[in-house]
């Protein structure tokens, strides 16, 4: 595994996502409004409105990554925060009161921008933020949608969205352009297609790429998504996805299965998990998680397209709509299995997994486990725990063969 | 005459399935049980039907751990559990508040493993001072009203809507006037009694309820005892869970004079508009105005800020912190709850608990010693004034 090779583009992230923290660094000296964002929210109309979107759930990955997390949640459980909330708010609220700082500082906000479409959990950090900063918090609220779209849903976040642009009109002081907002769009609709070319080609056997080198690859769509830079990545990552497909260079030099991999990844653990999976000759195709940021959004209407685009998102579905989901997924990408992580730090993607895990194994027949740890903090890493459920799930897809 | 309808009200909240069966066979109506406690019980009484608040209850855990991660709220664990194994059979329906993670997921778990003829979720806003919170929650009132008279093969008309929402306001004023007693005169109704009053009227008879209110009202506002000097407090949280804390409290001279708890005052706090708007506006009204608790914050009227006013106001001694494990939107309040209450100067106490715990002996301890702390002498038993 150590022969594989790492993508030439990484070091173009790398410069790219340098830039970005950069910007965020100096866009105070010019004036330009740092706004908190969460991951599924409509970020194209703070860029269309020239606000510069910052992401504290990145700081806490990145934070996780870097194996932190525990030693930056201390600072908050001393306020009284929990060992038990997610690992991100954990992280950048620890930030805040931490002596030292792994990772750098969290980026202070001028204003708050939240979304609830993901969970709960982001809306009661992001007001303990307001709180903290003293900033102005904007909620952008998302019911959950059950099997089908609903008017009242799409209706409710057009409003939303309409009363967002006047209060950033306010801050701003200059009236929202909705000429930008349509370039801004074509731009994200570009990313978002490019970026899931390069996760269609895991469905390739054997596959350039997979869920690991997804999550690697993933930061610029979720940040920068309608941004030309944003582009010009995901065009250069898929020529270089093409190449190797061309040369033959597999993503794991031996793959005879692929997995469906559930959801966010144990981060402090990447590599780890990575290499468990390609020495058992598995390639993690597929995962809701890295094809969550598949907009496409329609020019002609761009508010009630953002609306749908974004409320309509997996993780404010129903129980069964997200069990169809991840059987399309298996289906699309013919994968022999499944893992489902249950993550202690999200209980929108865990909870539900248990029921999920043997109704998928009887609706589809592959074998699939489900198992328990935390995607920031190793204080709830098991390594003999992981093994003890994963080696057997091993074992049966050998034996399925 | 008072201490039997009490009586009569104790054994009900003790057994809450065995009113709500008599009264199944009794008229041959359905029951739509609801998890606590946003959900509009108005409109599912309109309907004809029985709404039943799932308050807890003592189960054996472990079957619902199989669908739920032990890390996930035990209001939510515990209600699954009451559910798979027999405890709540009666129910024809549920509606589910979507209030927080573990709620909002639970829904599609219990209709998977027990499916009832009506089920659906309550999709309140999460922000509640835009114009478009008001707009849409009207739109999901009238969802719920259509989804329950289809559900009856039939409408709710606006007369059956009016006629509900007077039964509860009237229940609710009854509950307010026995919160009123006891905030006088403590030693009329007692913490413990007071507060299995309130969980009692979510799983009896509305109807039945008031005839019981009333005569329990009228037999305390006779009583003419002396009133006797306590300790106020005022409690903050998701649930009061464990009565025991409740005896903890009285025997150690302490007297609730407020709450934020969905199963305390928050339940019964405000009432919904008779006249004026059409009584669907008037009960998105009455949701939008609620007191503030964990699910959001209002910026107009800050939980810290509010929990502080009302404590002072209540001239409450000390804030008792009722959190469940695992509960995150109350944790991430509390350290900002914790500064305003510090600021202000009023002391408080957080206790952490789990829906099916059974030994909370250690709590005694705490409860007693910070009862001592904040009320001094107050807290010699029936000291007179």
Not at chain 1, 43 to 67: D, M, Q, T
Request: proline residues 5%; charged residues 25%; glycine residues 6%.
């Amino acid at each position: 595994m150590s022969e594989k090779k790492n993508f030439k583009t990484a070091a173009l992230m790398k410069e790219m996502m340098r830039n970005y923290y950069a910007q965020g660094a100096t866009a105070k000296e010019k004036g330009i409004p740092v706004a908190w964002v969460t991951a599924v929210f409509p970020v194209e109309i703070l860029y269309a409105a020239g606000i510069f979107p910052y992401y504290p759930e990145n700081f806490g990955a990145l934070a996780s990554a870097r194996k932190v997390a525990d030693k930056l949640s201390l600072y908050a459980e001393a306020k009284g925060y929990a060992h038990d909330l997610c690992g991100y708010a954990r992280c950048g609220i620890g930030d805040v009161y931490a002596t030292e700082h792994p990772v750098g500082e969290i980026l202070a906000p001028d204003v708050i921008f939240c979304c609830n479409t993901q969970c709960g959990t982001l809306p009661k950090w992001f007001e303990a933020a307001s709180r903290h900063y003293n900033v102005p918090y904007f909620l952008l609220d998302s019911p959950q949608i059950p099997d089908q779209p609903e008017e009242l849903i799409t209706d409710y976040y057009v409003d939303q969205l309409k009363e967002m642009i006047s209060f950033l009109e306010e801050i701003t002081g200059e009236p929202f352009d909705y000429g930008r907002l349509a370039e801004v769009l074509r731009l994200s609709n570009e990313t978002c297609r490019l970026w899931n070319e390069v996760l269609d080609t895991s469905a390739m056997k054997p596959a350039p790429f997979g869920f690991f080198d997804a999550c690697f690859h993933m930061a610029p769509i979720v940040t920068m998504r309608g941004t030309p830079e944003a582009v010009n990545y995901y065009r250069a990552l898929k020529e270089e996805v093409d190449e190797r497909i061309n040369k033959g260079i597999p993503a794991i030099p031996n793959e005879r299965y692929k997995i469906y991999f559930d959801h966010i990844p144990l981060w402090p653990k990447l590599r780890w998990l990575s290499d468990l999976f390609a020495s058992h000759n598995c390639l993690v195709a597929v995962s809701q998680y890295t094809h969550s940021w598949a907009y496409s959004f329609d020019l002609e209407r761009p508010l009630e397209s953002l609306a749908e685009n974004y409320t309509e998102e997996f993780v404010n579905r129903s129980f069964e709509y997200r069990l169809q989901l991840k059987m399309n997924f298996f289906k699309k990408y013919g994968v022999d299995g499944f893992v489902l992580f249950s993550n202690r730090s999200c209980k929108p993607t865990s909870l539900g997994l248990y029921d999920k895990r043997s109704v998928l194994n009887e609706r589809t027949g592959l074998p699939g486990v489900v198992f328990d740890a935390d995607m920031s903090d190793l204080r709830f890493f098991s390594e003999a725990q992981i093994l003890a459920r994963l080696e057997p799930f091993f074992e049966q897809l050998a034996s399925s063969r | 005459m008072g201490i039997e309808v009490l009586e009569v009200i104790k054994q009900a909240s003790a057994n809450p399935g065995r009113q709500v069966q008599e009264w199944k066979q009794r008229t041959g109506g359905k029951v739509i049980g609801f998890l606590l406690t946003d959900v509009p019980e108005e409109l599912i009484h309109a309907a004809g039907f029985f709404p039943f608040g799932i308050c807890g209850g003592s189960v054996r855990m472990d079957r619902a751990e199989v669908h739920l991660q032990s890390w996930s709220c035990s209001y939510v664990r515990n209600s699954l559990a009451l559910a798979l194994n027999g405890k709540l059979d009666f129910l024809d329906g549920l509606i589910v508040p979507l209030t927080c993670d573990s709620i909002r997921m639970v829904s599609g778990i219990w209709k998977h493993n027990r499916p009832l003829p009506y089920m659906g979720n309550y999709r309140l806003p999460m922000q509640v001072e835009r114009p478009s919170a008001k707009k849409y929650l009207l739109g999901e009132l009238e969802r719920i009203k259509r989804g329950l008279g289809d559900y009856r093969g039939k409408d709710i008309s606006e007369e059956e809507l009016i006629r509900s929402i007077r039964l509860y306001n009237s229940n609710r004023n009854l509950l307010r006037k026995l919160f009123n007693l006891h905030e006088c005169n403590p030693d009329v109704i007692s913490n413990k009694d007071l507060y299995t009053v309130l969980g009692a009227s979510m799983v009896i008879e509305r109807e039945k309820l008031n005839r019981l209110l009333s005569e329990l009202v009228k037999s305390l506002e006779d009583k003419t005892k002396k009133p006797v000097k306590k300790t106020k407090l005022y409690l903050s949280g998701t649930f009061i869970n464990l009565p025991e804390i409740l005896d903890y409290l009285d025997e150690s001279g302490g007297a609730v004079v407020g709450d934020d708890l969905k199963n305390g005052f928050r339940y019964i706090e405000a009432d919904v508009a008779e006249t004026g708007v059409s009584p669907l506006e008037s009960l998105a009204i009455r949701q939008l105005k609620k007191i503030p608790f964990a699910g959001y914050d209002v910026p107009s009227n800050p939980r810290r800020y509010n929990l502080v006013k009302e404590a002072q106001r209540k001239k409450a001694q000390g804030v008792l912190f009722l959190h469940l494990k695992y509960c995150e939107p109350e944790n991430y309040d509390y350290y900002d709850n914790l500064q305003a209450l510090e600021q202000a100067g009023i002391p408080s106490l957080r206790i952490e608990t789990e829906f099916g715990e059974t030994s909370p002996g250690q709590l005694q301890t705490r409860i007693h010693a910070f009862m001592e702390m904040v009320g001094g002498e107050n807290n010699v038993r029936e000291k007179e004034l």
